[in-house]
């Protein structure tokens, strides 16, 4: 990749996406811009505001108000994107709707899979086309991303299948929880199972390789943020945000994109492989990482 760069990340203002601003604003040049985009113009302008005057940021920081529920404003700010500046280099989808314990999976379901899913799907649609050569989109999922993790009965929903085919599993899945027949489908209570599994079904089959552009989705371990510290009482192995944000940036910095990579599940440099997991019990936690 060459310089006058610009990368964008979503659900930046905080957690993760916040750390990948850092980290992208001191890896890249003088010459290059990093989009911190959010959905609350205070939040947004605030950490832009802190990130850009940090020691070591390097790169132009700028905060855009981007709340990924609204797809017009996702094909806006790639239209944009692609009018100035010829299209955009790094895409970082990264946002989720913060989910607690105590609250009840089935009414937090919209705003989820809407936060997760059909914002990942608009933004493959609408960021893909506009990736100049060598760029890199990447969608931020988790270990229980891999197919394994769902029943039998739901693998073909989301193997080898088209960008569609994975919209309209995720909308049946919508339908289905909202009828109160999920579980009976075989769909996991924890919402963060079928979103991660289809967010990474997803990109699986997006792309070329030809230019060196990498399409893919990340694990980056756990992490210590707001969003997953409700879920666990031991937080001995959790990284922090600076730390889980360095395996996914040389990913994405990386100068040549490793072949194998494309269009998988990534953690720490190392493909993990689509047909593993176990479907999780009651007991599990929804954010293993
Ligand atoms: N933490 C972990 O252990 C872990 C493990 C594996 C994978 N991950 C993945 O890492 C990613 C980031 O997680 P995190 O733990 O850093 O979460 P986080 O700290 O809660 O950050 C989530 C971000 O998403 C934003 N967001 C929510 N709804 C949005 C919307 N409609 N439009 C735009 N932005 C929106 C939030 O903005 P507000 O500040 O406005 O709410 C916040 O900035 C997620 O994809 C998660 O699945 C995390």
Same mark, same amino acid.
């Given at each position: 990749m060459t310089a006058s760069r610009i990368a964008l990340v979503t659900?930046?203002?905080?957690?993760l996406g916040r750390a990948l601003v850092e980290g992208l604003a001191a890896r890249m040049g003088p010459d290059d811009m990093v989009l911190l985009t959010g959905r609350s113009h205070r939040r947004v302008s605030e950490a832009a505001r802190e990130v850009a005057r940090a020691a070591g940021t390097r790169s132009r920081v700028e905060g855009r108000v981007l709340d990924v529920c609204d797809r017009e404003a996702i094909a806006r700010l790639a239209g944009e994107l692609r009018t100035?500046?010829?299209?955009?280099d790094i895409v970082l989808s990264n946002a989720i709707a913060r989910l607690l314990p105590e609250d009840s999976q089935a009414e937090r379901a919209d705003e989820f899979i809407d936060v997760s899913n059909t914002a990942t799907h608009a933004i493959l649609r609408a960021f893909g086309p506009v990736l100049r050569p060598g760029g890199r989109l990447l969608v931020v999922a988790?270990?229980?991303?891999?197919? $394994? %993790?769902?029943?039998?009965?739901?693998?073909h929903l989301f193997d080898g299948v088209s960008l569609d085919q994975v919209e309209y599993a995720v909308e049946s899945w919508r339908g289905a929880v909202h009828s109160g027949t999920a579980e009976e489908a075989g769909w996991p209570r924890w919402l963060n199972v079928p979103s991660k599994v289809a967010q990474v079904a997803a990109e699986r089959?997006?792309?070329?390789l030809a230019d060196g552009t990498l399409i893919a989705s990340v694990c980056p371990g756990m992490v210590d943020t707001a969003t997953s510290?409700?879920?666990?009482?031991?937080? $001995? %192995?959790a990284q922090s945000p600076a730390r889980a944000a360095r395996a996914v940036l040389d990913l994405v910095l990386a100068?040549?994109?490793?072949?194998?990579?494309?269009?998988e599940l990534v953690r720490f440099g190392k493909v993990l492989p689509w047909y593993s997991g176990t479907p999780p019990t009651e007991q599990d936690r929804i954010l293993t990482p």
């Open positions: 659900g930046a203002n905080q957690g100035r500046h010829g299209g955009v988790s270990t229980l991303g891999t197919l $394994g %993790h769902l029943d039998p009965r739901l693998h089959r997006e792309g070329d510290r409700p879920w666990f009482s031991d937080y $001995g %192995h100068e040549r994109v490793a072949p194998d990579h494309y269009g």
